[in-house]
């Protein structure tokens, strides 16, 4: 399956590039220059005496060879635009600096609300400020990526407040219907808008395919619909949901406003809902809230990468703590990044330089895992033997609970080793599925003699609930021959299974009334290895 890359998403590929158009902070004034650099010059000695025939000159004396600097990174006022490759922004640009909330005030399109359950969501909010100051704060390394595509694709502004909504800006959040990410995709839809979800990554909390799929449903809903009021409630409920409800309405000659639907109370709230927020952004005082502002240029910048690499180097050579580098990068599943499968990582713009020029530095290895496709069911034990890593760490990274087996096939993160030098396929990348099963106990051994009258394999597979391949394997011999009086059958039956039951030695089972057997069981019978 071809990787889905967004039509903004493809920023910078190559490292080197990047590395020679790299600059800007987001945030941070300009680093102070060393005054003792500038003020450093070449020490001059006094000059000797002149003999008879010289002239008297200054000896000029070379300072020793200075190492370089260590490694500092110096933002530039002037950076690439991660939205459009080769688009400068001047950081120190007033437009830069404006705030982006006036932007996404000005852009609001759509026609408001005004009931009592907009009032109701309003006093939720103004009676939460520490709750909305969360929300602001983790919404700041986002809200402009999403208002420029909003804009881009000339969407109503309000359309950039709906993660607040959804997910509270948190791209880890869950829902109990599996909903995962800012935008809260469930995994069907994911799919049906071209986000990946396998062993390594989950794309609907990737920030920019997230925020493209979603966009993209948006502009579906609203062709559907019409208008951007229905078309949020089909995001929410689902588009068949409403428009049968549309139908009920029409076949009652109702009006088919949002309003006028029969709908679950999460999705009659749900538009009234963002309203409140809207009222919010527009007139936060009159709330008793607080906007603190956001820059009106991008908190982040896109970074090709072109090897694997784990996740906690990557955070190393990027200078930030790993959860900051999360919370940009939130759709990895495993503790390494598969260059085959996420050609870049979003980082800020104080940080992206400085991850360039220490990756280039770094050298091999960048990744200490691989992927392992389990060639048989297998229990996690045997998996991690063939391996090389203890059961207790294959069963952490790989997310493995108790008492599961590993079906074949399931793909696994696991050590390299010297035999492991290569990145994961493209194939892997994408396409890794982990396949778990229960770890029944092992079948229990019962042996008995055919009756007087013998009995068929047939017979005996339909008495115990197995196949008649497998009884005539377990015995060695066909499926369509019959075992004679007295001779010894062996069958395999699971250890919770009711119908047989143990006996003491030489005790004499009940006889089956379909097979004819007079079954005996003794104690050396049962074997917990199955043959």
Known sequence: MQRMLTRSAVYLTSITTFALVLGGCA????????????AAKPPVTAAPPAKPGQTNEAVVVAPAPVPPPPLEYVPAPVAMDPLRPGVKIDLTDLKAQADLWERVRRGFAMPDLNND?????????????????????????????IVEE????????????????ESAFNPQAM????????????????KDFGLQQNVFRDDRRDIIA????????????????????LALAAYNWGE????????RNQKAGLPTSFMDLRMPDETRNYVPKLQAVKNIVMQPASFALMLPPMRNHPYFLSVGIERDVDLELAAQLAGIPLAEFRTLNPQMNRPVILAAGTPQILLPYDNADRFVRAFAEHGEPYSTWTAWVAPQTMRPSEAAKRVGMSEATLRSVNSIPPKMLIKVGSTLLVPRNGAKHSDVSGHVAD??????????????????????????????????????????SWNKTTQLSNFKPGQLVTVYVPSHSSK???????????????????????????????H
Not at 210 to 229: P, Q
Not at 240 to 247: C, D, E, F, P, V
């Open 431 to 472: 396409h890794a599925t982990m396949t778990l099963a229960p770890d029944a106990p092992p079948p229990r051994r019962v042996t008995f003699r055919a009756g007087k009258q013998g009995v068929s394999v047939a017979a005996v597979a339909q008495r115990y609930k197995v196949t008649a391949a497998e009884v005539a």
């Open 150 to 165: 909003v804009e881009k694709r000339g969407m109503p502004a309000e359309l950039a407040l709906l993660p607040f909504i």
């Open 210 to 229: 997230s925020t493209r799929a979603a966009l993209d449903y948006l502009e579906k809903l609203y062709e559907l619909f019409g208008e951007w009021h």
């Open 27 to 38: 945030t941070a004034p300009p680093a102070d220059k060393n005054p003792k650099e500038s």
């Open 117 to 145: 359950l907009v009032r109701t969501s309003e006093q939720w909010y103004a009676a939460r400020p520490d709750y909305v100051a969360r929300m602001i704060d983790r919404s700041s390394r986002y809200l402009f990526h």
């Open 500 to 530: 047989t039951r143990a006996v003491g030695p030489n005790q004499e089972m009940r006889p089956c009334t379909q097979c004819g057997a007079s079954a005996k069981k003794t104690s050396a019978s049962v074997s917990r290895r199955p």
């Open 175 to 190: 829902s109990v219907a599996k909903a995962a990410g800012m935008w809260q995709f469930i995994p069907t839809t994911g």
């Open 240 to 247: 068949g949901n409403l428009q049968r409800a549309i139908a």
